[in-house]
């Protein structure tokens, strides 16, 4: 089996899901991905199975079995991180004999819900549903149907678990750096450095490096202003570029309200961005801040998750 061929096959599957409703979504996974591509018979994907805790409020979407044993609680949750993860919580609680989870929304999870720690310390994984994605290729190879093993699975999540732990600790570490640098330099402080390697260390004459120090700061400002875009013509264009995905001219408003209130956001922490006019990359940074369980999430949810879906949808109008 070629696990790379399967998860890309998932991956375009998933993609043409998007917006539909859960029941849609529920769908295509019971009968199409997770007999298909995963390898479960009828008899191994319970569906809305009901939980045996002196009540039926609470139904998983899918319980994975193998040799007649529950192994796994699938939620499918599409597009709602936060929504889909409360809930799967809430079934690992009813289902103390289970410890993984599959969430899938607008990128997959995986999770191993170990009862002596609290729900935000779970390990996990994060798979976005992208082509030729790596960790979508483990995450076939791991949790099919012929190969399921429980320690496998687990070893598995904790090891990307650590790696993804680390990986945001350097970026915070870049990040404070970053910021502190940008706390120290001025304009005066710039200046000294240049007038200590020009006049101190070149000899020239303290006139003639002021004369091309103004000159040449002039010439950078114009510069720089002349290259920018003014920020409403971006936000037209954006716009009009929402409205031909075929977005409603309500919802676009939306959006471009969302990058707005990131920017205002950035401002407030002493971030000076024009994510108007920023490049891909610093807006891909900023999806990854405001997105899941980035350093600024919670900012990223407000109303109903616009705004982080406002700033992703720009990323893809920068693509």
């Given at each position: 089996?070629?696990?790379?061929?399967?998860w890309?096959?998932i991956?375009?599957?998933q993609?043409?899901?998007?917006?539909k409703?859960?029941?849609?979504?529920q769908?295509?996974?019971v009968?199409?991905i997770l007999p298909?591509y995963?390898?479960?018979?009828?008899?191994?994907?319970?569906?809305?199975l009901?939980?045996?805790?002196g009540?039926?409020?609470?139904i998983?979407?899918?319980?994975?079995?193998?040799?007649g044993r529950e192994?796994c609680?699938?939620?499918?949750?599409?597009?709602?991180?936060?929504?889909g993860?409360?809930?799967?919580?809430s079934?690992?609680k009813q289902?103390d004999?289970?410890?993984?989870?599959?969430?899938?929304c607008?990128?997959l999870?995986a999770?191993?819900?170990?009862?002596e720690?609290?729900?935000g310390?779970?390990?996990?994984v994060?798979?976005p549903f992208?082509?030729?994605n790596?960790d979508g290729?483990?995450?076939?190879e791991?949790?099919?149907a012929?190969?399921f093993?429980e320690?496998r699975?687990?070893?598995?999540?904790?090891?990307k678990?650590?790696?993804?732990?680390l990986?945001?600790?350097n970026?915070?570490?870049?990040?404070?750096?970053?910021?502190?640098i940008?706390?120290?330099?001025?304009?005066?402080?710039?200046?000294?450095?240049?007038?200590?390697?020009?006049?101190d260390?070149?000899?020239?004459?303290?006139?003639e490096?002021e004369k091309a120090y103004?000159e040449?700061?002039?010439?950078?400002?114009?510069t720089?202003?002349?290259?920018?875009?003014?920020p409403?013509?971006?936000?037209?264009?954006?716009?009009?570029?929402?409205v031909l995905?075929?977005?409603?001219?309500?919802?676009?408003?939306?959006y471009?309200s969302?990058?707005?209130r990131?920017q205002?956001?950035?401002?407030d922490?002493?971030?000076?961005i024009d994510?108007?006019n920023?490049?891909k990359e610093t807006?891909?940074?900023l999806?990854?801040?405001?997105d899941g369980?980035?350093?600024?999430?919670k900012?990223?949810?407000?109303r109903?998750s616009?705004v982080i879906?406002?700033?992703?949808?720009y990323?893809?109008f920068?693509?």
């Amino acid at each position: 089996m070629d696990f790379q061929d399967v998860w890309n096959k998932i991956v375009k599957k998933q993609n043409a899901l998007f917006g539909k409703k859960e029941d849609v979504v529920q769908t295509m996974w019971v009968s199409v991905i997770l007999p298909d591509y995963l390898g479960y018979d009828e008899e191994s994907i319970v569906s809305e199975l009901e939980l045996e805790n002196g009540s039926t409020d609470g139904i998983a979407n899918v319980v994975l079995c193998k040799d007649g044993r529950e192994t796994c609680i699938v939620v499918l949750c599409p597009f709602e991180l936060s929504g889909g993860r409360e809930q799967l919580y809430s079934y690992f609680k009813q289902m103390d004999q289970l410890s993984l989870g599959i969430l899938v929304c607008d990128k997959l999870y995986a999770y191993d819900c170990q009862c002596e720690l609290d729900s935000g310390e779970y390990p996990y994984v994060k798979i976005p549903f992208e082509q030729n994605n790596l960790d979508g290729a483990d995450f076939v190879e791991l949790f099919n149907a012929q190969n399921f093993d429980e320690t496998r699975i687990k070893e598995w999540i904790a090891r990307k678990n650590e790696e993804r732990n680390l990986s945001e600790q350097n970026d915070n570490d870049f990040d404070n750096n970053v910021a502190k640098i940008k706390n120290e330099i001025s304009c005066g402080l710039v200046k000294e450095l240049l007038r200590k390697y020009f006049v101190d260390e070149r000899n020239f004459s303290i006139e003639e490096f002021e004369k091309a120090y103004n000159e040449r700061n002039q010439l950078a400002m114009t510069t720089i202003h002349s290259s920018r875009r003014p920020p409403h013509a971006c936000v037209a264009e954006f716009k009009n570029w929402l409205v031909l995905q075929r977005y409603t001219f309500s919802a676009a408003d939306g959006y471009a309200s969302a990058v707005e209130r990131i920017q205002e956001h950035q401002q407030d922490i002493g971030n000076d961005i024009d994510i108007w006019n920023a490049s891909k990359e610093t807006v891909q940074k900023l999806v990854r801040d405001y997105d899941g369980n980035g350093k600024y999430a919670k900012i990223g949810q407000e109303r109903h998750s616009t705004v982080i879906n406002g700033l992703k949808r720009y990323c893809d109008f920068l693509s």
